[in-house]
């Protein structure tokens, strides 16, 4: 199988910025194509961007649009999420994914991570 450890979260003030980092290891990384993913108290978890296995092609989340870039190095079995202009509303647990395919739906990640926290004061 494929293990993911998140990284990179913290607290942070709004307006502010923080690049989480999602590690793999065992299987080849460029195989998969990854998500990321969140979830607030309370609420469902909820897409935020996928990368496809190359990093040629990426999406987001009309919420984080024009705010957070995903990105993959695959030669260190790594996916990135920087996320800027962060607003208290993004305060979650973000979870990586990975995959078969690229997909806003959580379902089809076969490999998930066990999250890092990310809280953002107002």
């Known amino acids: 199988q494929v293990q993911l450890v998140e990284s990179g979260g913290g607290l942070v003030q709004a307006g502010g910025s923080l690049r989480l980092s999602c590690a793999a290891s065992?299987?080849?990384?460029?195989?998969?194509?990854t998500g990321w993913f969140r979830q607030a108290p309370g609420k469902e978890r909820e897409f935020v961007a996928f990368?496809?296995?190359?990093?040629?092609?990426?999406a987001y989340a009309d919420s984080v649009k024009g705010r957070f870039t995903i990105s993959r190095d695959n030669a260190k079995n790594t996916v990135y999420l920087q996320m800027n202009s962060l607003k208290p509303e993004d305060t979650a647990v973000y979870y990586c994914?990975?995959?078969?395919?690229?997909?806003?739906?959580?379902?089809?990640?076969?490999?998930w991570g066990q999250g890092t926290q990310v809280t953002v004061s107002s």
């Open positions: 994914a990975a995959g078969q395919v690229p997909t806003l739906e959580s379902r089809r990640y076969s490999y």
């Open positions: 065992g299987r080849t990384f460029s195989s998969y194509a």
């Open positions: 990368i496809t296995r190359s990093g040629g092609s990426t």
